[in-house]
């Protein structure tokens, strides 16, 4: 159970196009989910917080209106980058948690890597 | 002071040796621990959650709390070349709070 799948795994797209990331979670409902970034060897960083049918929160630093993020179903959350820069490639990675199951942790995604050319 | 800070690492370590990974915090009303489990280019794995101080065992993974001290530790017995990887610790406050992640490489 608790599994959370990503699409696509590796895009290439070319600078100032945008590309979508969908995070669906397969046999739970995820209330919350969360965007984070990854740069090699580096932690992970959140991104924003989204629940379903409500607006993300985005953590500061974050452009919200370069990274799109939509909940609008409790097994579906997408990220949009818009006008994909260079500076914009690396691993982004949801994870999704169910508060109505009464427990906290999140489950991952496998990850996006993205590359702008 | 960060919230939660781990030892990046990295730790190598003979194949069949215990690995202790460690973690500590600053926040006392933390009550919620995880430690995630990943491999290169994928996201992080659920290995072990406990809620509040104690030990957790699940197979070869203990994960153990320490409340008083704020230390939290995961210990693999008997560890193999396929516990190489990144392990991070997770707790729960307000918020989710992630340690950088240590570096394992178990050595055939």
């Known amino acids: 159970g608790a599994v959370v799948s990503q699409h696509p795994s590796w895009v290439i797209c070319k600078s100032g196009t945008s590309v979508k990331i969908e995070c669906r979670s397969l046999?739970?409902?995820?209330?919350?989910m969360f965007w984070y970034r990854q740069f090699p060897k580096q932690s992970l960083m959140l991104m924003a917080t989204?629940?379903?049918?409500?607006?993300?929160?985005?953590e500061q630093g974050v452009e919200k209106d370069k990274f799109l993020i939509n909940h609008a179903s409790l097994t579906l959350s997408t990220l949009t980058v818009t006008s994909a820069h260079p500076e914009d490639s690396s691993f982004y990675i949801c994870?999704?948690?169910?508060?109505?199951?009464?427990?906290?942790?999140?489950?991952f995604g496998p990850g996006t890597r993205l590359t702008v050319t | 002071q960060k919230e939660v800070e781990q030892d990046p690492g990295p730790l190598s370590v003979p194949e069949g040796a215990i690995v202790s990974l460690n973690c500590t915090y600053s926040?006392?009303?933390?009550?919620?621990f995880m430690w995630y489990r990943q491999y290169s280019r994928k996201g992080p794995e659920l290995l072990m959650y406990?809620?509040?101080?104690g030990n957790k065992e699940d197979g070869r993974f203990t994960a153990q709390v320490d409340k008083s001290s704020k230390y939290i530790s995961l210990f693999i017995r008997d560890s193999q070349p396929s516990d190489s990887a990144t392990y991070l610790c997770?707790?729960?406050?307000?918020?989710?709070?992630f340690g950088t992640g240590t570096s394992l490489t178990v050595i055939p």
């Open positions: 406990t809620y509040s101080s």
């Open positions: 997770a707790m729960m406050g307000n918020q989710f709070y």
């Open positions: 989204s629940n379903e049918g409500s607006k993300a929160t985005y």
């Open positions: 046999d739970f409902q995820a209330t919350t």
């Open positions: 926040n006392s009303a933390f009550q919620y």
């Open positions: 994870s999704a948690r169910d508060l109505t199951s009464g427990r906290y942790e999140q489950y």
